[in-house]
């Protein structure tokens, strides 16, 4: 799932950001290239060729025109509202659900694991003190 939004900035300049659902990436090790199943989110904001963010609109306090923005490029909240249903979409997809999903299982055992080992920390310490 990709998706672009492009526009003309007041100084002339072109915008554009990409907001695009990775399911597969090439990698190269010492040569040798494989494709990798991965579920990142790239959001990628370009102005007039160069790459100026990696990331998210940031928010904007205390400005009248823009709430938030993208490197340096402010959005205005038309512009930062199509950005952020551009991610919406991404994230409704089934692929970023069911990464969403494994991760709290994920954290879930890790918080098992580690209640566990608190335990046996205990039981070898006698509630944390050596004698």
């Known amino acids: 799932m990709e998706k672009v939004i492009k526009w003309t900035l007041s100084t002339g300049q072109q915008a554009e950001v990409l907001v695009e659902l990775m399911l597969s990436e090439t990698r190269n090790c010492d040569g040798y290239s494989y494709e990798k199943k ?4 790239r959001i990628w904001t370009e102005l007039d060729g160069e790459t100026i963010s990696y990331d998210a609109p940031q928010p904007v306090t205390g400005h009248a025109k823009f709430v938030s923005r993208l490197g340096r490029i402010g959005l205005d909240q038309a512009r930062h509202d199509e950005i952020m249903a551009a991610i919406a979409e991404a994230k409704a997809t089934p692929e970023w659900q069911a990464k ?10 890790a918080e098992e694991y580690y209640a566990t080992q608190c335990k046996i920390d205990n039981a070898m310490t006698l509630n944390g003190h050596t004698y």
């Open 100 to 109: 969403i999903e494994a991760e709290k299982k994920a954290e879930k055992i």
């Open 38 to 41: 991965v579920c990142n989110l």
